[in-house]
Structures are given as C-alpha cells and as structure tokens.
C-alpha cells in the first residue's frame, strides 16, 4: 500500500514541532519515544503499520484548536484518532505527520431526556452512551460489533452502523449536532438538540468524512426509548443461497426487523465454539430476526417471519423466550469476529454493500472466488440492509497469502460495485479501498469530492493519503492562487 512520500523537510523539524506540540499541551500528552509510539502505529487494518512523527494527546477544546492552527502554521500534517478500531486504516499515521489522539476527551457534558438526546465528548464509547441511559430506559440506537471499545469520534468519522442499523439507521442518522475544530483552529457548531437545521446539509457531509474535513469535539445523539418487547428467531437453512432470499422476501413483505444478520457455516461453528449461543450447528447459513415493539405486533410479525422462513426452505425455527436467550443469541453475532481469529491464524475483514435481491448472487460468486484464490471465507453480514463482512481467513507467515488476500478482497468489492453496490457501507474507504475508488467512481465525481476537502482543508494537511487514490492540489482543481495579496496574471480582466 503506497502512502504519500514523506516530507525530509518536515522530519527534520521534529524537534521544533515537538517543542511547539509541549507548548500547548505540557506534561506527558506529547509522545516521542519510539517504543510509546508503538501503540499508534497501526488500528485494526493491522496489515499495515507506520509510526507517527509524533502523537498529541490534548485534553480540551482550546488545546485541539491550537493544536491544528499551529501544524497548518509549521506546513506538518495531522491524522486524526479515536480508539483505533477502524478496519480500513483510517487511522493509519504517517511518518511526516502528528497524531492526534482524543482518547481525552470522554466526558458525557449533558443527557437530555426530554428532547430525548445527549451531549458526549468523541472519546466516550458508543456503548457508554447506552450504559449511561439505560436506568431511564433509553439507549442508543447504532451499535458496532466493537461497542465495547469504539467510541462515538470514530463512528462519526466512518458513519458506524450496527446490527440494528436496519430499522435505526446508521451514525448519520442519529446524530443532532457536532463542535468541530478545522485545520486553521477555528471552532464552528453543527446542528444543535433541535431536530432539524436550516441550510446546507454540513452535518451530513462530515458524518463519514474520515477526519479528511476536521476533528470532532463534541456530539448531540438522538436517544431512544428501549422497545417495550424485543425476540429474536434463529432461523437455519441449508444453503446461504436460501437465506439471502429468505432476507429478501421479509423486506419485500413489509417487514422491517430491529435487526436481521446472517452467518455461514464457518461463521456458525466458530460463534458457536466461542460463545455457546446455542447456535444449530447442521445448517449452511443462520439467520437472526430481531422483531421489537408492542408484544401483540411482535408476535403477530413472528408469525409471518416464520412462515415466509418455510416458503424459502429454512431447516429450524427457534425463538428467544427471554430476554437472556435473545442476548444470547446476538452475543454469538456479536462475537463472529473474535471467534473466527480462534481458527485462522489471521483474517482480512471486508466491507462492502450491495441490493439485498443480489445477495444470492453475491454469495455463489464469492464461493466461486475462494476456490479460485484458494482461500477459506467466512460470511458474516448485515443482511437487512445487505452490507458484507466476507472474513477472508489467510496465515501472514505464509509467503504471499496476504497478498492473495488483499487481491480476493478487492475481487468482492468489484463485485458490489458490479451488482449495483458500493465500496463500503461502515468501515469507510480509508487506505483498504482508497484504490478502488476508481471502480466506483469517474474522474469527475473524484474531483468534485476532492473540491469539497478543499474547502475545508485547502493545503490538503488533514489525514492525507486516504481515501483518494489520486491526490490533487487544491490550485489544480480550479482555485485561485493568490501570492503576496496579488492574483496569478493580474493584467488579464476579471468579470
């Protein structure tokens, strides 16, 4: 993976730099020794690891401020960090650049019940948010298999969803408002505790940014009152073929679950072997439908659930009986990832989004595919909204088996993009799929997006050598250059 060459220029100022950080944020929040910086030098694309020029870890807004004002003064780039759990290297540092940690700033400032939203620091975990409500009966709505450890910074920077994004929607879709910090130390506010705001669409456009456009400092999340009944069904068929169309036909039904997740068998046996969930363990693929609100509507979506399960062929039927079972079964889910690392030695964690009515599709090619690359992949995804996690399971100790699969992975991105989908649908483009871009898009929808970044960052500092694969000054992409107060060819008329 190729990053931008770094600047010998700014390496050889690091020590003026590091001064410069120490005068901001004093004590032991500016990291330098190289052993110390070992723990930023990667996040949870682990494949590929660079340490930082330095890491800053301030504690307040006014130090962040500062912070980003200087390094855009000293010409030094800035990466952005929440708790590193990103799968696409979005957190990845750069060797001419600081990172900036805001693992500090995990405070919640305000819960608001009756506008039903809470005001938290980036730092604080998307899980936290939950566990702080939830003696009132409210949560929050996204919730990341890394729940535990992502904190809510990083969900708005990769626009997180969850296993029950189907119903509840994404991070966009839950966030009120964002203080953020741009690269000339400026502090502006998004949105608010009201529901709705006037003019462009910013809130949008930074929800996902991957700390191209500014770094967060604060959030306002809608919160939601818990469901007053939650089951779930554990349905098991014998090929993911019948799953993919049994996912198919409850969304085309009507039906909208809290959540519906699929596993394959590799999947199955590894959750199973982890957690005990009590997982069937003689199906190819399992199905979870989570079913929530009033018990009467429950039962009855149950029902149909189950019946339009036996019109596709499904093996088992099972239904949670208490609230401890319905855990239960989402904590395999939940788990898939962990499981999967106890039979490869590693696994390279895919992303990507397709129409659910070519899941079937997706899944016989992407067989088609592990034969060809001779490579094992176990299938764990958000079938509702049918965003993949193909787990290609590979041994890096292996000459070239990395390498294979990387190309396996890029070969299933394609074919998202061929069948109508996209690249990612939470993990972000990051470095993993900043060269696929291209498959996506054409030149002249890169450019408009790279014309946005300028706006924000215009000497290109923040988070560099992601997402783009082709990286552009902000001149070539039709801006003005102005030097000592004076336009280029200042003679030539201007209307």
Known sequence: MKMPVPDGDVIARRRAIVDALRAIVPGEGVIVDENELRAYECDGLTAYRQLP????????VDQVSQILKTC?????KVVPRGAGTSLSGGALPLADGVLLGMGKFKRILDIDYANRCAVVQPGVTNLGISNAVAHEGFYY?????????????????????GVHCLKYGLTTNNVLGLEMVLIDGTVIRLGGKHLDQGGYDLMGIVTGSEGLLGVVTEVTVRILKKPATARAVLIGFPSSEQGGDCVAAIIAAGIIPGGMEMMDRPAIHAAEAFVHAGYPLDVEALLIVELDGPAAEVDHLIERVEAIAKSK???????????????????GRKAAFPAVGRISPDYYCMDGTIPRKALPLVLQRMQEMSARHGLRVANVFHAGDGNLHPLILYDANKPGELETAEAFGNDILRLCVEVGGVLTGEHG???????????????????????????FDPDGLLNPGKVFPTLHRCAELGRLHVHKGELRFPDIPRF
């Not at 062929?313 to 904590?331: D, H, I, N």
């Not at 990051?430 to 996506?440: A, F, I, N, S």
């Open 429 to 455: 483009v990051g470095v993993e799929k900043r060269d696929l871009m291209t498959d996506q898009f054409d030149a002249a929808d890169l450019e408009q997006q790279q014309r946005l970044k300028c706006a």
């Open 313 to 331: 062929g499904c093996v088992s039927a099972r239904v949670s009986k208490t609230e401890e079972e319905r855990l239960a079964f989402w904590a």
């Open 72 to 76: 855009k003064a000293m010409g030094v």
């Open 53 to 60: 020029l330095v890491a800053v870890l301030p504690s307040t």
């Open 141 to 161: 709505a996204p919730d990341p298999s890394s729940q535990i450890a992502c904190t809510i910074g990083g969900n708005i920077a990769e626009n997180s969803g």
